[in-house]
């Protein structure tokens, strides 16, 4: 069973930057360059929003609330997803996801980050 691995949470003031992490595992590594990759936010008391995506061509994707914040990127030698938040603000708290877009594994636990 594919394992999704996120990391990089925290507790942070308004204005301040995080840098979350998503690890793929071994058994997706053919897909990964490929695929298009998201990250997921949920918070207390909403449903997952998407936040942003790439896509293997590195095209990129981001929900309005986040453009211009928030970066998403992956190394592929490293099979790892990142998403670069700056300028956060309290309505980014949440549960932060990353998962395959439009063909989600099963999902990760997330890591919170509390603003």
């Known amino acids: 069973q594919v394992h999704l691995v996120e990391s990089g949470g925290g507790f942070v003031q308004a204005g301040a930057s995080l840098r979350l992490s998503c690890k793929a595992p071994r058994t997706i590594l053919s897909t990964f360059t490929s695929a298009i990759w998201g990250w997921y936010r949920q918070a207390p008391g909403k449903q997952r929003e998407l936040v942003a995506t790439l896509t293997g061509g590195r095209d990129t994707n981001y929900a309005e609330s986040v453009k211009g914040r928030f970066t998403i990127s992956r190394d592929n030698s490293r099979k790892t997803v990142y998403l670069q938040m700056n300028s956060l603000k309290p309505e980014d708290t949440g549960v932060y996801y990353c998962?395959?877009?439009?063909?989600?594994?099963?999902w990760g636990q997330g890591t919170q980050v509390t603003g």
């Open positions: 998962n395959r877009h439009g063909q989600e594994f099963p």
